[in-house]
């Protein structure tokens, strides 16, 4: 039963350009939206957050979007640069769970 | 000055053994974590504890026993290991949720 969903396995963006990680979600329940980013051998990197209650949280290079109609959000990097290659988790949280719920993750390759 | 710090990093081991992994956080975080990442790539969570007391028991073997001597670490314990236990287990910890996870750089334990 996935709740978090990330439905492209791979995506490839020339540097400079804007990279768009989608994610979508199936419980409405969920409080906090999170993307981690994560290199080879490495753990999970916490990037940005957005709370349910916003539609829009921006962090320098990094904006998330939230359609909670559509339950639907995206991680926009702009511009984007070559150590932004990595795979890019979606996650999701209900408060009172304590515990982030993750998609399977996109790999993001940025091309010179 | 590594923040969550996991030992081993790797780990090579005959099916039948016994093994632990140790994880130790400098940050102060009251909550501690694993996670399991199999060979489909999907970050599941095992434990969690938070001040030394077990919180989420998520359906794990009981195989797997996680020991919490004090709040600063989470250790995991496999009894009898099995061909399906190969995977890389992540340990986090949190202050809270909605501040993301800081991981661990992970074990990557193979049962042969």
């Known amino acids: 039963d996935q709740q978090v969903k990330q439905n492209s396995p791979s995506l490839s963006v020339q540097e400079g350009r804007i990279s768009i990680l989608n994610c979508d979600y199936t419980n409405s329940m969920f409080d906090y939206f999170l993307w981690y980013k994560k290199y080879p051998a490495e753990g999970p990197t916490f990037l940005i957050s957005i709370s349910s209650i916003k539609d829009k949280n921006e962090d320098g290079r990094f904006t998330v979007f939230l359609n909670k109609s559509a339950k639907h959000l995206s991680l926009h990097i702009v511009p984007s640069q070559p150590g932004d290659s990595a795979v890019y988790f979606c996650a999701a949280n209900r408060r009172r769970d304590d515990k982030i719920i993750f998609g399977k993750g996109t790999r993001l390759h940025i091309l010179p | 000055d590594t923040a969550v710090s996991q030992t081993p990093k790797y780990l090579v081991t005959q099916m039948g053994n016994d093994k632990s992994i140790k994880c130790e956080q400098n940050l102060g975080h009251d909550t501690m974590y694993w996670y399991k990442q199999d060979s489909k790539k999907f970050l599941k969570i095992m434990f969690s504890?938070?001040?030394?007391?077990?919180?989420i028991n998520e359906t794990v073997p009981n195989r797997f026993s996680p020991k919490s001597p004090d709040k600063a670490h989470l250790n995991l314990h496999i009894n009898s290991l099995e061909l399906g236990d190969s995977a890389v287990y992540f340990c986090?910890?949190?202050?809270?949720?909605?501040?993301?996870?800081?991981f661990g750089s992970g074990t990557r334990l193979t049962v042969v």
């Open positions: 504890y938070n001040n030394k007391e077990l919180i």
């Open positions: 986090a910890s949190s202050r809270t949720v909605a501040y993301g996870y800081t």
